[in-house]
């Protein structure tokens, strides 16, 4: 029975490169042509393949639509928490995760630093979009129509000197998020805090969420806080895989 199994899940990851007739799904499980059509008409039956008019084999309806669901039914939150927990206990720093909802991007966990001096920041609050580095992360991954039409009914507070100013700016700062694939914010909401952040990615390859340490300046240097950029990508990394079903639940640091 687990063979069984094994061989018609081994048929779907096929099916999801193109539809496929009886003789190379056999060929593919190295099966006879009657066990590769037992196996089909058993997944055909449960909606998971569908047999077109020409005798290929394609992904079915009902499994594109329990994969939908699947994700929608993902807690980015709860999978990321013990990620953003051993970062914190690795490097002592704020850590944030934030996702871009209706115009506006909203931390949803944060970890507190374990150092005296804090952020002042709320889970559930907006953040200063045009400056800080989770927002420019998620808002680089929009289409680009869209981004420039975001950018252009945008305020540019200026926070402090090295706020971004205008949207010719920040359509430019995002252009360069999303060629590097990560951000900073150093000093441009509060002149004493830096911020590095990297994406979250689900299993089509778009930002789903963004994750980034903060600290202020008595605590760690700019400078001194882009040595963990690799760390934070790679914390980013690992939430990814874990949400996008590629690997399971492992430790970063």
Known sequence: MSQSVDRALSILPLLAQGPANL???AGHLSVHKTTALRLLRTLHQHGMVYRQSDQRYRLGARLIALAQEAMENL????IAHPHLVRLN???GHTVHLAVYEEDEVLY???VESRYPVRMYSRIGKPVAITVAAAAKLLLADLPEAERRILAERLDYPMYTA???PNAPAFLREL???REQGWATDLGGH???INCVAAPIRGADGRVVAAMSVSAPNVVVTADELLTLLPLVRRTADDISGEYSGRTSAKGTA
Request: with cysteine.
């Open 162 to 164: 090295r706020s971004t």
């Open 175 to 177: 252009d360069k998020v």
């Open 89 to 91: 206990e690795h490097c």
């Open 75 to 78: 807690d980015i939150r709860e």
């Open 23 to 25: 003789g190379e799904v």
């Open 190 to 192: 509060e002149e004493s």
């Open 108 to 110: 949803i966990d944060k």
